[in-house]
């Protein structure tokens, strides 16, 4: 019973703060203001930003089916159903506690054993990690004075995931000698969490740059039209904001803690400082932010719909 009790407090608690957040939004800037830019966007090139970033939520989804694919074959929607509920969660809960979903949704829906679904999720997030910081990199390499040399560098930076596989017992077995002791058992379960060959490595690495490449450029993209400029800005806007959501100090659903991670990511990476434009800034970090939360509700929605459509297809 008190597992039920905290069970759903948790939403009870994300709902408050979402209310709370409103009230402040409307005291800060006024909704008026903040929902202006879409004007500026315009509703069609909304809904395609939205489509979009649904769609890397299958992306995301064909990633995981390729990494368990004895246990998932024959089964997209409801592994799509599972990454949903985590990725919501993880939107949801504070200080990246959603994470622990995985393994748990995993186990119960296809029985992956708890240290496997841990250790592959903790290799995936540090390719999106990776992922993100290469996004990041291109805005460095439009700021770059030798955009030649730092484009090589970027390129070498993007590919190293690969070029260092081949070298994984090495560097594994060094790590251990290395690491202190009580990060033994994550070095254990990154290594456990690798592929064991490279075809399976480089297909996750490739959907990983794919997947984050989209939603990067959804999102840089709708920030320039509500006027994060110049684009190295509105890149670093999108990357700040999903680091943000990546890292420990997470705050419930992303309040405040996504849209300054998108202001500090623009004003890093060349947006002006100037009274307008941290105004401009501020509504469009929270909008993007808005759009994230929208669209992985629709995502959820989806994943929920679509296992009864095809079941009612099959029976007819």
């Known amino acids: 019973m008190q597992a039920s009790r905290n069970h759903n407090r948790v939403p009870l608690i994300a709902l408050g703060v979402i209310v709370l957040y ?12 903040i929902l202006s830019r879409w004007q500026h966007v315009g509703a069609g090139t909304g809904l395609v930003a939205l489509s979009l ?28 159903r599972v990454t949903q509920i985590h990725n919501l969660l993880n939107i949801m809960m504070p200080l990246r506690s959603g994470e ?13 054993p708890l240290a496997r679904g841990a250790s592959a999720l903790l290799v995936l997030r540090l390719l999106d990690l990776h992922a993100l ?5 291109l805005g460095l390499v439009v700021m770059a004075a030798q955009p030649v040399v730092a484009g090589t560098l970027w390129l070498l930076f993007l590919l190293l995931p690969i070029l260092l596989f081949p070298l994984r017992t090495r560097l594994v077995a060094l790590a251990r000698r290395h690491v202190p002791a009580k990060l033994d058992r994550i070095v254990d379960e990154i290594d456990a969490g690798i592929p064991s060959d490279l ?19 959804v ?3 709708i920030l320039g039209l509500m006027g994060v400029g110049p684009i190295s800005a509105s ?6 904001g999903e680091i943000s959501s990546v890292l420990p100090v997470h705050a419930p659903a992303g309040v405040g803690t996504y849209p300054a991670g998108i202001a500090a990511g623009a004003a890093a990476l060349g947006a002006s400082r100037s009274p307008d434009m941290l105004e401009v800034l501020a509504s469009a970090s929270i909008n993007t932010h808005l759009l994230i939360v929208v669209s992985a509700l629709v995502g959820t929605g989806l994943s929920l719909i679509l ?4 079941a009612r297809r099959s029976a007819h």
Do not use: C
Request: proline share 2%; hydrophobic share 60%.
């Open 100 to 112: 622990t979903s995985f393994p748990l949704l995993m186990r119960s829906e296809f029985g992956v």
């Open 199 to 217: 075809a399976a490595f480089v297909r996750a690495w490739f959907l990983t740059i794919f997947n984050w490449g989209i939603k990067v450029a």
């Open 22 to 33: 409103a009230v402040f939004l409307q005291w800060f800037l006024g909704w008026g203001e």
């Open 307 to 310: 296992p009864f459509m095809a």
């Open 133 to 137: 910081l290469a996004a990041g990199g």
């Open 235 to 240: 890149v670093g806007g999108a990357l700040g």
């Open 53 to 80: 970033l649904v769609a890397t939520y299958f992306i995301r989804t064909h990633r995981m089916q390729d990494y368990f694919r004895n246990e998932t074959r024959g089964r997209f929607l409801a592994l799509f």
């Open 219 to 221: 999102l840089a993209w």
